[in-house]
C-alpha cells in the first residue's frame, strides 16, 4: 500500500513544481513587462515629446505620426523585451541554466527543413483560415451575451488599431513596421515560448507533443483574443513541432517572422485594394482546399522526423 501511494505523491509534487516554476515564469512577465512599460513612458515623454498614457489608442489616425511612433516603442520595449525576452533569459538564469545550452542556435538545420518549414506555413493557411471562421461561432450562455459584445467590440477595435499601426505610406516606415511587428516579436515571443516555455514542459514532463500543445495554448492566450484563439493554437503548435524536430530556435522565429511581415507587406502592397477578397481575415477557402491543406500539412510534419533521421544518419556514415 505504501509504495503504491509514493508515486502518487511524487507526480503530485512534480505537478506543483511546474506550475509553480511556471507561475514564477508568469511573474516576471508582469514584472518586467512593467519596468519596460515605465522605461517606454520616459523614452516616448523625452524622445517624442508624446504622453503615452494619454494616447486614445483606438481613435489614432494614420497621420498621428508622433503618437504611432511612441507606440511603436512602446509594442517593443514593454512588450517585445519587457514581457518576453528578458523574462526567457531570467527564468533560465533562475534555473541555474546556461541561457545558450537551453536554447540553442548552434545545431545544425540542413536545408529542406528551411523550405519544408515554409512550405507548412503555406499549405496550414487554408485550415487557420477554417479554424478561425470556426472560432467565430463559439458562444458565450445567454447570460453572458452583454459581455459577448464588450468582447468582439473590444476585439474589433484592436484589429483595427492594428492596421492603423502597420500602415505605411514610404518605405522608411515600412520598413519600421516591418522591425516593431515582425522582427522583435518573432525573435521575442520563440525565443520565450518555443525556446523557454516549451523547452522546459519538454524537459519536466517528459512529453514533448503534450510540451508543445501546452506552450501553443497559452502562446495563443497571451494574445488576448478569444476570437482567434484556435488559428494561434494551430499556428504555435506547428512552430512548436518545428523546433522540436530541428532543435534549432531559429528555425520557428523565421516561419514567425515570414508570417507577420507578410501581412505588413500586404497591406503597404494593397492598401488602395480594400476590396480584394483573399485579403479579408474572414476570406474562407473552399472545403477541398482545407482537407487538402490539413492532410499535406500533416503530411509535413510527419516528414521531419525521418528527414532528420536520414540527413544525421548520413552525417554519421561519412564521419567514420
Known sequence: ???????????LKRFA????????????????????????????????????????????????????????????????????LVPALVFTRSLGLDFKTYVPVKIKVYWPFWFLGIALLIVSNPIIAWLYKLNQYLSFPASYAEF???????????????????????????????????????????????GVMQQYLRISIGNASLAIFLT?????????????????????GLLGYIYNYTGNIKVPILIHFINNATAVILVYVFKDNSNISWLDENYQFSWYWVV?????????????????????RNRLAKKL
Do not use: W
Open 17 to 84: 513544481t511546474i506550475v509553480g516554476k511556471l507561475l514564477v515564469l508568469g511573474g516576471m512577465v508582469l514584472v518586467f513587462g512593467s519596468l519596460g512599460s515605465l522605461l517606454s513612458y520616459f523614452l516616448c515623454l523625452y524622445g517624442f515629446g508624446v504622453d503615452i498614457s494619454t494616447i486614445n489608442m483606438l481613435a489614432l489616425r494614420p497621420e498621428q505620426i508622433n503618437e504611432l511612433n511612441a507606440m511603436k516603442v512602446f509594442q517593443v520595449v514593454a512588450g517585445s523585451l519587457g514581457m518576453f
Open 292 to 312: 487538402l491543406s490539413g492532410l499535406v500539412t500533416f503530411g509535413i510534419l510527419r516528414s521531419f522526423k525521418p528527414l532528420m533521421l536520414y540527413y544525421v
Open 216 to 236: 501553443a495554448i497559452i502562446f495563443s492566450g497571451f494574445h488576448g483574443q478569444f476570437y482567434g484563439f484556435l488559428p494561434r493554437v494551430m499556428l504555435g
Open 1 to 11: 500500500m505504501f509504495e503504491e501511494e509514493v508515486p502518487e505523491f511524487s507526480s
Open 148 to 194: 459577448e459584445a464588450s468582447l468582439k467590440a473590444m476585439e474589433a477595435s484592436a484589429s483595427a488599431l492594428t492596421k492603423v499601426m502597420i500602415t505605411a505610406h514610404d518605405v522608411p516606415t515600412l520598413l519600421l513596421n516591418i522591425v516593431v511587428v515582425a522582427l522583435m516579436p518573432a525573435i521575442c515571443e520563440e525565443v520565450f515560448f518555443r
